[in-house]
């Protein structure tokens, strides 16, 4: 695949997975990490090994194939939030590829959205990412379009990119006993949803 790619001036997105990393690597730092004076906990050695050892690794090797580092992009899924946080963190001081944000397994609904939202906000505020996926599990029957206006609409709020116009309202504060301005701001933003 690496040769095609590079036969083609194609960029290959490396994918690691919490629950796919080499079980071998692991078991490794297992051991060493046993006999340390210090040892440090299970979530930093899994970081370790899904980091160091797999993603950087494998980009290593696309490299020594002849994949330009330009054309590598990194991408290290896992479901929660924090410790996708702290693997980008550690990612982006280790190496200069180009790294794809995104929960895995992020769940349904709001959940999902808030999930996703929560880690890509932070990082992306800290320019840290430059691809992103939302990934959320549709409802039964629903087309997944929903992934894509999340995507967007963390890339507005943020002042990456803009996609349609951003409606300003505030809560009824109790001054007015009318809700026109409510049903004009409900009315702008369905009309902007359905650009």
Known sequence: MIKLAIEHDKPV????????????????LLDQNARAEQPIDLTEINRMAMLIQS?????QMAQDIGLAADKIIISCKIS????????YK????????????????A????????AST????????DDIGDTIRISLTPERGSSRTREVKVAQKILQS??????????????????????????????????????
């Open 13 to 28: 997105r490396i994918r690691v997975n919490w629950s796919s990393m080499d079980q071998q690597i692991l078991a490794q």
């Open 55 to 59: 993603a950087l690794s494998s980009a």
């Open 80 to 87: 929660h939030v924090n410790d996708l946080m702290a693997m």
């Open 90 to 105: 550690a990612l982006v001081k280790k190496s200069s590829y180009a790294l794809h944000l995104g929960v895995t397994e």
């Open 107 to 114: 769940g349904m609904g709001d959940k999902g959205a808030i």
């Open 118 to 125: 929560s880690a890509l906000a932070i990082l992306l505020n």
């Open 158 to 195: 943020l002042n990456k990119r803009s996609f349609s116009p951003t409606v300003i309202a505030c809560p009824d504060c109790g001054r007015t006993g009318s809700d026109y301005f409510q049903v004009l701001a409900q009315q702008i933003q369905k009309k902007c949803m359905t650009q």
